[in-house]
C-alpha cells in the first residue's frame, strides 16, 4: 500500500513527467507497430532440424539399418536436444531432430553439422546426408507455375516440352527467387530434368574388350578442366589452362577409350548410344489439364510472411521479362492475400469492438473528458503489447490479436475514473464552489488508492 501511495503521489507531482513517459511509450509502441511480422495464423512448429540422405536402390530396411540407425545415434547427445524421430523409405532416409524451445536454430545447426562429418565415413560410399532449409511446417508462402502459352514454340520452331518448362525454372527462375531476402528455398515439382545419357551396347563393348567401367572411368577422367600455372613473358603473367569439361553430346562421344593397332581411337560413341534424356520423376504438376512446372517459396523462419511474399511476387514478375517469348510464371498461390484477408477481419472486428467500447463509456460515464481519457486505454494498451510482441517475437495474426478484449483492458480505468468523478462531484457539492487544483489532486488521489 506504501509503494502503491507513493507512486500515486509521483504521478501526480510530476504528472507531465508521465505524460512524456506514456508519449514515449507510444511512440516505441509505433515503431514495434511497423516492424510487427504479420501472418494468418501462429507458427506453433518447434525447433527442429532435418537430415535427408538420398540413397538410390536402397531398400526401407537397408536404409534404415545403414543409414538411418547411424545418423540417429550420432546426433544422440547434442545440447539442449528433446528427442529425434525419422523416416526410411525407398531410396530415403529421413532423420528429423527437435530441440528444446528457445533454443537458436542456427546453433541447432552448426551442431548437427559437425555430427554429420563424424558420421559421414560410416555410411555407404557416395551418400551424403543433408540438413533440410531453415523453414518450418507453416513455410510455403508461395506457389507459381512455369508454362507455355498456346501455340508458343521454341526459337527452333517446335513447342516447348516438360523438360524445357523445367530447364527454364532450374536455370532462370528458381536461381533469381532464392536470392529474395527471406526466403529459404524453392522446390520444383513437375517437368523433366534434362540429362544426357550414354547408353552403352554390351555386344559392342564385348567386341572391343571393354567393359562399362571403362566407360565410367573414361568420362570421369575427360570431364575436368586443368591449370598449368602461369608463364611470364615481357612482364606479364600468360595463365596455361587445359579447358576438358564436356560441353555437351558431340564432345561425349569423342571421349576416347583406347586405341587399336596403328593409334585408332575407340571412342564413347563407337560402344554407346549418347542421347538427350530425362529423368526418372515420381511426381508432375498440372494446371487445366496443361502439365506445368510448379515452384514453391519456402519462407525462413521468424520472418515476416507477408513481406516475404510480397518481395517474391515482384521478382517473379521482374523474372518474367527476362523469359524466352510464350513463357509464362504465373503466382497461384500467394500468402499475402490470406494475411491481407485475415488481417481485415481481424481489424474490422478490432474497430468495431473498441468503438462500442467508447460509446459505452460516453453513455454512462456522462463526462466527455472522463470517457476520452479512459479510452485511450485502448491505443496506449495495444502499442505496448505490439513492443512486447515484438520482443517476444510473436507475429499478429488471428489468434494474438482477434482474442482481444476491449472490455476487460478499459475494466480498471473505468473504475478508477468513475469513482474519481464521484468523489469530485460529492466534494464540489459539499465545498458549495468550484475545488481548487491541489483539492482536486488530493480527490483523484483518494479515489484513485
Known amino acids: 500500500m506504501k509503494l502503491l501511495e507513493a507512486l500515486l503521489r509521483f504521478s501526480i507531482r510530476h504528472r507531465w513527467a508521465v505524460l512524456v513517459l506514456t ?12 516492424r510487427l511480422p504479420i501472418d494468418a495464423v501462429p507458427d506453433i512448429t518447434n525447433v527442429q532440424v532435418q537430415i535427408n540422405t538420398e540413397a538410390p536402390g536402397f531398400s526401407p530396411l537397408e536404409a534404415e539399418q545403414r543409414i538411418t540407425f547411424p545418423v540417429e ?57 543433408a540438413m533440410g532449409p531453415v523453414t518450418t511446417g507453416l ?41 529474395v531476402p527471406g526466403v529459404a528455398d524453392v522446390n520444383t515439382i513437375g517437368g523433366y530434368e534434362k540429362q544426357f545419357h550414354v547408353q552403352p551396347d ?25 591449370g598449368a600455372g602461369y608463364v611470364e613473358r615481357s612482364g606479364e603473367q600468360l595463365l596455361v589452362r587445359t579447358p576438358g569439361q564436356l560441353g555437351g553430346l558431340d564432345d561425349l562421344g569423342d571421349v576416347v577409350l583406347d586405341t587399336r593397332t596403328g593409334g585408332a581411337p575407340v571412342r564413347v560413341r563407337d560402344v554407346a548410344d549418347v542421347l538427350l534424356g530425362e529423368e ?20 525462413r523462419t521468424g520472418e515476416n510472411s507477408r513481406a ?25 498461390y500467394n500468402r499475402t492475400d490470406l ?21 459505452v463509456l460516453f453513455l454512462f460515464l456522462g463526462n466527455f473528458r472522463a470517457a476520452l481519457l479512459t479510452a485511450l486505454v485502448i491505443p496506449l494498451s495495444m502499442l505496448m503489447t505490439m513492443t512486447g510482441m515484438v520482443q517476444g517475437k510473436v507475429s499478429a495474426n488471428l489468434m494474438s490479436l482477434g482474442a482481444l478484449d476491449f472490455g476487460i483492458i478499459v475494466d480498471g480505468a473505468v473504475i478508477i475514473v468513475e469513482n474519481c468523478l464521484r468523489r469530485l462531484s460529492e466534494a464540489q457539492k459539499r465545498a458549495g464552489r468550484v475545488l481548487t487544483r491541489a483539492e482536486r489532486f488530493r480527490v483523484v488521489f483518494d479515489g484513485t488508492k
Open 23 to 34: 508519449l514515449v511509450v507510444a511512440a516505441v509502441g509505433v515503431w514495434s507497430a511497423l
Open 73 to 129: 545415434t550420432a546426433v544422440a547427445g547434442l545440447p539442449d536436444l528433446e528427442y529425434s524421430r525419422s523416416v526410411s523409405r525407398y531410396g530415403l532416409s529421413q532423420v528429423t531432430v527437435v530441440f528444446e524451445d528457445g533454443t537458436d536454430i542456427y546453433f541447432a545447426r552448426q551442431q548437427l553439422a559437425e555430427r554429420i562429418q563424424q558420421v559421414q565415413a560410416s555410411l555407404p560410399p557416395g551418400l551424403e546426408p
Open 202 to 226: 554390351p555386344d559392342r563393348l564385348l567386341a572391343y574388350g571393354l567393359t562399362m567401367g571403362d566407360v565410367v572411368s573414361a568420362l570421369e577422367a575427360n570431364n575436368q578442366n586443368v
Open 139 to 179: 513455410g510455403e508462402i508461395f506457389l507459381y507455375t512455369v508454362e507455355a502459352e498456346p501455340g508458343a514454340t521454341t526459337p527452333e520452331g517446335v513447342a516447348y516440352t516438360p523438360t524445357d518448362l523445367r530447364t527454364i525454372q532450374d536455370w532462370t527462375v528458381r536461381p533469381q527467387l532464392r536470392n
Open 308 to 332: 516475404v511474399s510480397t518481395r517474391a511476387a515482384e521478382r517473379l514478375d521482374e523474372i518474367q521479362r527476362s523469359l524466352p517469348e510464350g513463357v509464362v510464371a504465373r503466382a497461384v
Open 339 to 359: 494475411v491481407d484477408k485475415t488481417i481485415a477481419t481481424v481489424e474490422k472486428n478490432l474497430v468495431e469492438g473498441a468503438l462500442l467500447v467508447v460509446v
Open 280 to 299: 526418372l520423376r515420381t511426381g508432375a504438376a498440372s494446371q487445366n489439364g496443361q502439365e506445368v512446372v510448379l515452384g514453391t517459396v519456402f519462407m
